[in-house]
């Protein structure tokens, strides 16, 4: 399964179905488009991210998810479950005036970035450990770990705050 590491809360956010878009500075390949990949969470934890993830507008949604409080509490270095890369946006002034406050907190959002949109998320019952890479990589599943997998629950909220769409 071709795969990719995100940083922790962002990979947990994405199978946990709470995170709709995965920033980057490149676009997908566009052999991806269309693809389930693996979301595998990054083992160590970079300054930037605990930056993130410890800004008060980050945390003003996050706070309110039941999820770990801490960084450190949370599965690092871990194939957490996959979801499909539906699509692949460029962030433009425009596009990222319809993505929701909460979608911006869970991610890098600058134009000119990209904005890979992740849909149907399966997340696993239990992690498996991992040795990620950067960009794409090929992950071989433990036989039946699919199988073992769940549908990730979707936030109680509106539809479209959950697919990160302002409101009109």
């Known amino acids: 399964m071709k795969s990719m590491s995100i940083w922790n809360p962002f990979a947990s956010l994405i199978v946990k179905g709470f995170k709709l878009y995965e920033t980057r500075t490149w676009a997908a390949p566009k052999s991806l488009i269309g693809q389930r990949i693996g979301i595998a969470s990054t083992k160590c934890i970079q300054p ?97 770990i699919e199988a073992k997998g769940r549908q990730a629950p979707h936030p109680s909220q509106s539809a479209d705050l959950r697919w990160g769409v302002r409101p009109a």
């Open 48 to 144: 930037g991210q605990r930056a993130h993830f410890d800004d008060p507008e980050f945390q003003r949604f996050y706070e309110r998810l039941g999820l770990p409080d801490k960084l450190t509490d949370m599965p690092n270095g871990y194939m957490l479950g996959s979801a499909i890369l539906e699509g692949v946006e460029l962030m433009t002034p425009e596009f990222m005036a319809e993505v929701s406050d909460e979608e911006q907190a869970y991610g890098w959002w600058q134009e000119g970035f990209y904005a890979w949109r992740m849909t149907d998320p399966v997340e696993f019952e239990k992690p498996v450990q991992v040795k990620g890479a950067q960009g794409i990589w090929n992950w071989s599943a433990p036989d039946g």
